[in-house]
């Protein structure tokens, strides 16, 4: 029918656009980026959001530094998976069970 062609057509113009957006969001961010300082936090959010400067000041007195991840919908899982991995290889304490686990699978 000419109304479900119509659909379809919309439907390929969706996923064409979505497919668009994705693929710009993956040319202008990495997956997992340098480390940087934390305190580039307090220049990218308004200073007079004092809600966001509370909650900035608050990571500044835990953590020196932020790795960003792109925000595709797996950032969650890439950046728990890489400060794992890069802390094994910083701290080589947790290695012996990791070799352990790596025999079972």
Known sequence: ?????EVFKQDEATLSQIES??????DSSELVGNIDDIEVLTQEYAQDDVVYQTKI???LKRYKTLR???GDGNCFFRAFA?????????DKSDLPRVNKF???V
């Open 21 to 26: 957006i994705q693929k710009e969001i993956a």
């Open 102 to 104: 790596s025999v079972i």
């Open 68 to 70: 960003r991840t792109r």
């Open 57 to 59: 000041q608050d990571l």
């Open 82 to 90: 890489f400060a794992y991995l890069e802390m094994m290889l910083t």
């Open 1 to 5: 029918t000419n109304e479900g062609s």
